[in-house]
């Protein structure tokens, strides 16, 4: 007893003094990087982990340990919390994981915006104030058809924003199949009693006609609704009226139609064999007065709320109280545009990386999954191709597909593999499937796969 306790104070008296450590050549180059505070507290930290594990019966660390323990922890302690992974799930618009990327064009000019002063609410023509909101105005209006645009933080913010303007104490109609919940806790129905507006259900879950609409307007009527179905289908006995005969019907009785389109899609997701997701152009075609959707899905952009229609209604929401508070700031606004330029030069299959990975054809896909394998076979690693499935993700085209091949690992614990993985120095995210663990190329762009070959024979060699 005796023995073991004279053994502790013989640990405890190898634990080096905080000032003794602080004055060790290798600690002090340390404080040049993180600073004289952060260190001091790291040391501090260190040493009282260290009598804890004593107390506990470890011994004490060699003495010449001590600056790299320090290193490490400083480290560790300074790894951003936000941080790019790897997607390897082949899901595109991936919400947990960010949903798009960024083209290189959108990042260029979010360095140049961010790096210096810019034009964001000055007039270079006029030499005077101008408005941040004439940023993508020209771009989204030719791009759509419509006939004015604002962007906002994010689509729901876009929702919230159009509802609270035009709509605040008066009766808003909307179909049953329609409300809606999106995920994250965004429901249709929350975000417009927050908004002012009255909820008046109309039609049943599954049939909604055009004369329940008309049959439930009143004096105290202010819009139409209608919200994109995003992140579910209904199939069987269905019906709900198209958009161009909502509209009808809305105007026939002085109300507004409002479009909550969703993902944004304003390319023909059909060219590439999946389902037909609306098209703003289509909505602004059909004569809806506003329509909203995000920037992050389909679009391709950065995270942002797009209203466009009518000029005098998006004036009002422009000059709305609340257009300040979800304003979006210049780095979105820089992304934002130079995404749109991609689609306005025909470009954003070839630019936007959510597009390039929708069209990315199998074979190309099989060409660098086996370039994977080939790799990982050098270095004794074994791997299979197994055909699979992408999917567009983002609460989009809910169940559809693309065909993709994929890297197979076969593991006897392969949550173990997928937990070292992601505690890769870049995080890699991956699927599993029973006993495989399942790598899509779909949505590791080029230029991450090396990073990738590495994590991968890191955990598994
Ligand atoms: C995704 C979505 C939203 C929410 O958009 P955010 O950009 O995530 O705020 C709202 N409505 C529909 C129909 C959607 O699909």
């Not at 509802?163 to 008066?170: E, S, T, W």
């Not at 199939?235 to 109300?255: Q, R, Y």
Request: proline share 5%; hydrophobic share 45%; glycine share 8%.
């Amino acid at each position: 007893m005796n023995e073991a306790i004279s053994e502790r104070q013989t640990e405890y008296r190898k634990l080096p003094a905080v000032d003794a450590l602080l004055r060790e050549p290798a600690v002090a180059l340390l404080m040049g990087d993180y600073g004289d505070e952060l260190v001091t507290e790291c040391v501090r930290d260190l040493l009282a982990a260290s009598r804890q594990q004593i107390a506990a019966g470890a011994s004490a660390p060699d003495v010449e340990c001590w600056p790299a323990l320090i290193h490490a922890q400083l480290a560790a302690q300074s790894t951003p919390s936000l941080r790019p992974v790897i997607n390897a799930t082949g899901i595109i618009v991936h919400t947990n994981l960010g949903r798009a990327l960024l083209s290189a064009a959108a990042l260029k000019a979010v360095q140049a915006v961010g790096a210096g002063y810019s034009s964001l609410e000055y007039d270079l023509a006029a030499g005077a104030r101008g408005s941040r909101h004439d940023h993508a105005r020209r771009l989204l209006c030719a791009l759509t058809g419509a006939e004015d645009a604002i962007v906002v933080n994010n689509n729901a913010a876009a929702v919230y924003l159009a509802l609270g303007a035009l709509c605040q104490g008066r009766e808003v109609l909307i179909s049953r199949s329609q409300l809606v919940e999106i995920g994250g806790g965004f429901r249709i129905p929350d975000v417009l009693r927050q908004s002012g507006a009255r909820l008046v259900e109309v039609g049943t879950t599954n049939r909604t006609h055009l004369r329940d609409f008309t049959l439930a307007v009143t004096a105290e009527s202010a819009a139409i609704m209608r919200v994109h179905s995003s992140n579910f289908k209904q199939i069987g006995f269905v019906t709900m009226p198209s958009l161009a005969e909502l509209t009808a019907a809305a105007h026939k009785h002085d109300l507004l139609l409002i479009d909550d389109l969703g993902s944004g899609a304003l390319l023909d997701t059909t060219r590439y064999g999946l389902a037909p997701e609306p098209m703003v152009q289509q909505s602004v075609a059909a004569g809806a007065d506003l329509i909203t959707f995000s920037g992050d899905k389909l679009l391709g952009g950065p995270q942002a709320g797009i209203i466009i229609g009518r000029a005098e209604l998006v004036e009002r929401l422009r000059r709305h109280p609340m257009a300040r508070a979800l304003r979006v700031d210049k780095l979105t606004l820089a992304a934002f545009e130079a995404t749109l330029h991609s689609y306005r030069r025909g470009r954003a299959v070839q630019e936007l990386p959510v597009w390039q990975m929708i069209a990315a054809p199998v074979a190309a896909l099989q060409a660098r999954a086996s370039g994977w394998q080939a790799r990982l076979a050098d270095q004794g690693v074994a791997a299979q191709l197994q055909a699979g499935e992408s999917a567009v993700g983002g609460g989009a085209l809910p169940g559809e597909t693309l065909p993709t091949m994929l890297l197979a690992i076969e593991h006897a614990a392969p949550d173990r593999i997928a937990a070292a993985l992601r505690s890769q120095p870049t995080p890699v995210v991956c699927r599993i499937q029973q006993d495989r663990l399942l790598f899509d190329p779909r949505t590791v762009p080029p230029e991450q796969e090396e990073t990738l070959l590495t994590a991968l024979l890191a955990v598994l060699q």
